[in-house]
């Protein structure tokens, strides 16, 4: 079975493409989803989590805190780094659990904007990234996220790898810039894919 890695900056449209794969009949693990899952609900990871940051990590009803731990580590980067290395490990055995349980596919696909950060690019057979320009991107994620400034949403952009060095350490590119068809893109890598398995 081949581990496809796909990933991309904030409002390139990861999402989308991956709906596509879905269709196709491709697993898809969303890493984003999966770690808020796994850190409501892996007891060592919570324990870890509330020795690193306190018993507000986590409310009186035992969710995660999320509001808390954002204001704790995003401004920080010595704790961001602290929160990601507790959180990443445990996503690591999450994905490899899951992916026994879809053993039957000829290929999955595992979703992550921090696939490179993260080094979860490591359990990857190919990375695929979603691209496109900065000015639709910025529209994008206002039309999404009506609560973020544009400065905000500039600023998140700027704390995670460049377009250019995730182009650069992948080995497919989809452009989702709205001028080329991301169809006949996703359709061209599956038959890839499935021809390599």
């Not at 609900?41 to 020795?51: G, W």
């Not at 320009?133 to 790898?161: A, F, G």
Request: charged fraction near 25%; charge should be negative; hydrophobic fraction near 45%.
């Amino acid at each position: 079975m081949l581990k496809i890695g796909i990933t991309g900056g904030m409002g390139v449209g990861k999402t989308i493409v991956c709906r596509m794969f879905a269709i196709l009949g491709t697993p898809v693990y969303d890493a984003d989803t999966r770690a808020k899952w796994v850190m409501n609900n892996d007891a060592a990871l919570k324990q870890e989590l509330t020795n690193a940051f306190g018993i507000e990590a986590y409310t009186q009803a035992g969710e995660l805190n999320r509001a808390y731990l954002s204001k704790t580590a995003f401004n920080d980067p010595q704790k961001l780094a602290l929160l990601n290395s507790l959180v990443h490990p445990h996503v690591g055995n999450d994905f490899t659990k899951w992916v026994e349980a879809n053993q039957s596919a000829p290929y999955v696909l595992k979703e992550a904007a921090l696939m490179f950060e993260s080094e979860s690019w490591r359990q990857m057979d190919e990375i695929i990234v979603v691209t496109a320009p900065m000015d639709v991107r910025i529209k994008r994620i206002l039309q999404r996220d009506p609560h973020r400034t544009q400065t905000e949403i500039e600023i998140i952009i700027s704390k995670q790898l460049s377009e250019e060095e995730k182009i650069a350490r992948a080995q497919h590119i989809i452009y989702n810039d709205d001028q080329q068809l991301l169809i006949p893109q996703v359709l061209k890598l599956h038959e890839q894919f499935l021809a390599k398995v």
